[in-house]
C-alpha cells in the first residue's frame, strides 16, 4: 500500500488514540467493536488501520505489515522491540505491572532471598528479570489470560499482572504486595519505513507528539 497502515489493538488502545488520530486529521470509518471488520478505513483514503491482538502489535511493525501502531510497553518488553523505532510516549493506558497474591498469603515469609516461589504470569521476561533482581527463585507459569484464578486454585503462589484500579484484584480476594514497573502505551514504527514513506509517517508523528496529554 502507498499510504500508511497503522496497527491497533481493541479497547483501552483503541479508545485512548483515537483523540490522537484526531489531532492527526484521521477519522475511522467503523468502531471496532461494533464491527468484525479487521482492517478499517478512514476519512484519509491513505490511512487505513488494521486492529490485533495487543501483544501481536509490534509483530506486524517489525515485519513492515503495519507501518505504525501502538504498544503497551509490557507488550514492547516481552517482544523485544527489534526493528522497531520507539518515537513517543504517549502516555495512555497507564497502569503498573504488580505481584499479586491471595490475601492473607505471607509474601514477605515466602519472597526471602533464597526462597521458591510459583509464579503464574503472561509477562514472563519482566517476572523472570524482576525475581533475578530480587534473589528469589521462581518456577514460572505461563498463562494466555485471567492470571488472577491461578493463586485462588493453586496453580501458583503469585500472579504478575496489569493492575489499573485494583478492582480485578479486589474482586478476587488478590492483593498487590509488589510494584515491579509502570507501563503506558507507545508509538512504534517501522525503521524501513521511516526512510521510506517518512513525508506521511512524520506529519502523523509530530500530530500525536503535540496532542500527547502529560
Ligand atoms: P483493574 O481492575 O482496573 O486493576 O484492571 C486490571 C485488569 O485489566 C487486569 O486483568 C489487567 O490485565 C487489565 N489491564 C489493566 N490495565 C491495562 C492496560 N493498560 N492494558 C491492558 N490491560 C490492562
Redesign the pocket.
Known amino acids: 500500500m502507498s499510504g500508511i497502515t497503522i496497527a491497533l489493538s481493541k479497547g483501552?488502545i483503541f479508545e485512548e488514540t483515537l483523540p490522537l488520530l484526531a489531532a492527526a486529521g484521521i477519522t475511522p470509518t467503523d468502531d471496532p467493536e461494533k464491527s468484525r471488520k479487521l482492517i478499517i478505513g478512514t476519512n484519509r483514503p491513505d490511512v487505513q488501520l488494521v486492529i490485533v491482538r495487543?501483544s501481536d502489535t509490534p509483530t506486524y511493525v517489525q515485519y513492515g505489515a503495519a507501518d505504525m501502531g501502538i504498544a503497551?510497553r509490557d507488550v514492547l518488553i516481552e517482544h523485544g522491540g527489534a526493528g522497531l523505532y520507539q518515537p513517543l510516549d504517549l502516555n495512555i493506558?497507564?497502569?503498573r505491572v504488580c505481584v499479586a497474591v491471595r490475601k492473607g498469603f505471607d509474601y514477605a515469609r515466602a519472597s526471602q532471598p533464597g526462597s521458591r516461589i510459583r509464579v503464574a504470569t503472561k509477562y514472563t521476561k519482566i517476572a523472570r528479570e524482576h525475581f533475578a533482581s530480587t534473589g528469589v527463585h521462581v518456577d514460572l507459569i505461563k498463562l494466555y489470560g485471567s492470571m488472577?484464578l491461578a493463586p485462588l486454585v493453586g496453580l501458583s503462589d503469585a500472579i504478575v499482572?496489569?493492575?489499573?484500579?485494583?478492582?480485578?484484584?479486589r474482586a478476587n480476594n488478590l492483593e498487590a504486595v509488589e510494584d515491579i514497573t509502570t507501563?503506558s502505551s507507545r508509538l512504534v514504527v517501522n525503521q524501513a519505513a521511516l526512510k521510506v514513506k517518512r513525508a506521511l509517517l512524520q506529519p502523523v508523528i509530530d500530530a500525536f507528539a503535540g496532542a500527547v496529554t502529560p
Open positions: 483501552r495487543a503497551g493506558a497507564r497502569c488472577e499482572d496489569l493492575v489499573s484500579t485494583g478492582n480485578t484484584l507501563i
